[in-house]
């Protein structure tokens, strides 16, 4: 019991002596991840930016973007930004040509997805810059939540292009 005691205080000696040598140290290791919509999705070194919900908004309230979900077709059907296309990760090999003939050269493109840990939309966002070609394409960071939270208008519909 004697040794158990002083194993458990050469690790907490040792981790109160990390924390305060992180602390004094100029380039320190955060202790904690915040969550935020920022630091959510793209999580994946893809080069491709995100986009805060602040300038998605604005793009959207001013018709100057168009909005891919990445997510499953069910779960757009679920619901979704309102005009947002559906170009589900799972079938793009399928459905891209559709979409992509309909898609704009001119018009920002934002992907979406939905979870902390979903990358779906940062892989639509590598194939369609390296793969199509588009160069203005940026990711939502967990997108679906977050347009939610903000309590932004959403959409539910049986039809996953625009006529």
């Excluded at 140290?25 to 955060?30: A, K, T």
């Excluded at 997805?113 to 793969?131: P, S, W």
Aim: proline share 4%; net charge negative.
């Amino acid at each position: 019991m004697k040794a158990f005691w002083q194993v458990f205080a050469i690790f907490a000696i040792a981790g109160v002596i990390g924390l305060g040598y992180n602390q004094v140290r100029s380039d320190g290791l955060p202790l904690k991840r915040a969550l935020n919509d920022e630091a959510a999705g793209n999580g994946i070194s893809s080069g491709i930016p995100a986009i805060s919900i602040e300038e998605a908004v604005r793009l959207f309230k001013n018709n100057e973007a168009v909005f891919l979900d990445a997510r499953s077709e069910e779960q757009y059907h679920e619901g979704h930004i309102p005009g947002a296309w559906s170009l589900p990760w799972e079938n793009v090999e399928d459905q891209c040509f559709e979409v992509i003939d309909r898609l704009p050269w001119d018009k920002m493109i934002i992907t979406y997805c939905d979870g902390v840990t979903c990358h779906l939309c940062d892989f639509l966002a590598i194939f369609l810059r390296d793969d199509m070609g588009y160069q203005r394409v940026r990711v939502l960071a967990n997108g679906w939540s977050t347009w939610r939270r903000h309590n932004l208008p959403v959409e539910s519909s049986e039809q996953s292009l625009p006529e």
